[in-house]
Structures are given as structure tokens and as C-alpha cells.
């Protein structure tokens, strides 16, 4: 073992030992300080703060500033929430988080992978999408392989912890580039899998194959589930999920489709994206607006990269 990855290893255990010891703490004294927490990050650290504001701007012009301002404020409290929540999940029992975060439909999922067939989850950062890993839960004697796709994060400590907080239910939280080795490795052992996407993030230039209309905005959109689901005929499913009240989540398990190459190309990814609009215009401060979002334009694109048999490449 080397120096670097020894200190590495030390940095990690006190993190991560620091962490559990702070998330034993009672959930309502966490929302004390996410309280704390929101005055700092919306009053004086202003977080993100043009991101934020361009985005409402953009998604919601038939409101006013001050309501703007006010969706902003609410969209805060409940980030600060997010984060007390997050620390307190590296420790809560079975029991208790099955009670937090209910998942509606969870017997359709059950029995497309009782069928021997995959599921892709469809889900976007609305409430807690973290918490959202629990769901292995809801499947308790399947035989199945349950994860998640995420960024690696550049830092080889932090991606270690966060990791071993969302895996601590049973999935494992799968690299994007090793994602489709994965799905297969699964079947080949003979194990129908359960794949949790995030898919409302900003694609690589390399990565926009489509662009659809979302939040009164033209967005390039993610469209690697469509293809891997039409790749491997796997089952389309989108969870909406709701914050029912402060800690307490319901994602409601919805079906798109479970015969992907029946449909037009790129249809999967609209509709889960109209499903996703439909979820965050109904409780908008539940969305992560700090993401910048549309950072990407078709015009920019157009520019510097052409299609060619299907590839994105650089324009000479």
C-alpha cells in the first residue's frame, strides 16, 4: 500500500466515523441546524444564487420577483433539509427509513423482475433522491441485483463515503462508464437487475443525441436509458416522488413500458421528462435549482460539433 492511499484510508475512517457519530443524533436536532444552516447559505453565503435566480426566471416568467424570491427561499430551507437528512440516513434503522420513504407500486417492479426481465428507475433530483437508495428495502428476497448510477466524484475519499452511505441498503452505486458491464455481468450470472438513474443532468457535449423542450427551456437531454433499455429490452419505470411533509417522502412507482423497441425512438425520454415537469411544477421547490442546468445551447452546439453516422464529433 502506498503513503497516498494509507493517509487516504486514515482521512476516510475519521470522516466516515465522524459522520455516523453526528447522524446518531435525533432527526429534529438536525433540522435545528439545517435551520442554522439555511440563514448562512440563502442570507449570507447566497449560494449559487445567480444559477438559481436564472433558472426561475426562465422556468416560471408568469411570476413575479418577489414570488420568484420567495420559490428561492423555500427552495433553501428545503436544500439545508436535504443535507441533515443525508448525514442522518449513513444511520438509520431499516424500519425507520421504510417509514420515511414509502415507495407506492413497488409490487409492479417485483413482478416485471419476477418475469426475469430488468428495470431501468427513471428519477430526477426532486425531493430526496439520495434516500431514494433505500429502495432494495421494498424488495427483500428477490433474487436481483439492485444499484445506482452516479458520477464519480473527483475526490477519492469523498466518493468513498458517499458510496458507503448510499450502499448501505443492499445496491451499489455504479460508475456511469461501467454501467452496461455491469447490467451484463448481472445477467450473466442469472440475476434480473433493478438500475436507479438520475436522468435530468447536463450530458457531455459528446452525450446530446436529442433536445426537447422542458422548463420553457430548449435542453439537451440525457438519452444513454433509452438505448440501453431498447439494447437489452429492459422495463421503463418512472418514480415520482413527493415530499409528503418535513422527512417523510412517497415515490409512486410508474410504468412507462416494459417492451422499449415497440416505441418511436426517443419517446421513453420524453415522456420521462413530461413526467418529470409535471412533478416539478407541482412542488417546484422541491427541485434542485442550483444545478446549472442549461449551461449547454442548441446554437453552441451547432457550432462546434456536427453529427456524423450517429457520433457527435468536433467540428475541423
Not at 494509507?6 to 466515523?17: K, P
Not at 443532468?201 to 459528446?206: C, G, K, M
Not at 434542485?288 to 453516422?309: A, D, P, Y
Amino acid at each position: 500500500m502506498t503513503m497516498k492511499k494509507f493517509l487516504q484510508n486514515i482521512l476516510f475512517y475519521v470522516l466516515y466515523g465522524t459522520w455516523c457519530i453526528l447522524s446518531l443524533l435525533p432527526l429534529w436536532f438536525h433540522y435545528i441546524l439545517a435551520d442554522i444552516l439555511y440563514v448562512l447559505v440563502a442570507h449570507v453565503v447566497h449560494y449559487r444564487h445567480r444559477v438559481i435566480d436564472k433558472n426561475l426566471a426562465h422556468a416560471f416568467p408568469e411570476l413575479s420577483d418577489v414570488e420568484r424570491r420567495r420559490l428561492k427561499n423555500r427552495f433553501y430551507h428545503f436544500f439545508c433539509d436535504f443535507i441533515a437528512e443525508l448525514v442522518k440516513f449513513s444511520t438509520m434503522h431499516p424500519n425507520n427509513i421504510k417509514r420515511r420513504m414509502v415507495f407506492h407500486g413497488a409490487e409492479q417492479v417485483r413482478d416485471i423482475i419476477n418475469d426475469g426481465q430488468d428495470v431501468a428507475l427513471m428519477l430526477g433530483h426532486c425531493g430526496n433522491w439520495e434516500w431514494m437508495t433505500s429502495y432494495p428495502l421494498w424488495f427483500e428476497g428477490a433474487d436481483a441485483g439492485f444499484g445506482q448510477v452516479a458520477h464519480t466524484l473527483e475526490n477519492p475519499v469523498m466518493e468513498r463515503l458517499i458510496c458507503a452511505v448510499r450502499n448501505r441498503f443492499g445496491s451499489q452505486t455504479i460508475a456511469m462508464k461501467e454501467t452496461l458491464r455491469w447490467l451484463l455481468q448481472e445477467r450473466a450470472e442469472g440475476h434480473p437487475t433493478i438500475l436507479a438513474y438520475i436522468s435530468d443532468q447536463v450530458p457531455t457535449w459528446q452525450n446530446i443525441h436529442h433536445w426537447i423542450d422542458f422548463m420553457n427551456q430548449d435542453t439537451p437531454v440525457f438519452t444513454g436509458v433509452e438505448r440501453i433499455a431498447r439494447k437489452l429490452n429492459q422495463a421503463v419505470v418512472y418514480v415520482d416522488m413527493q415530499r409528503v411533509k418535513r422527512g417523510y417522502y412517497e415515490a409512486e412507482v410508474q410504468v412507462i413500458t416494459r417492451d422499449p423497441n415497440s416505441l418511436p425512438e426517443f419517446a421513453i425520454t420524453d415522456d420521462y421528462f413530461r413526467r418529470l415537469e409535471a412533478a416539478i411544477r407541482r412542488t417546484p421547490q422541491y427541485w434542485l435549482w442550483s444545478h446549472n442546468r442549461w449551461k449547454r445551447t442548441r446554437e453552441e452546439f451547432n457550432r462546434k460539433f456536427e453529427v456524423v453516422n450517429g457520433r457527435v464529433i468536433e467540428r475541423k
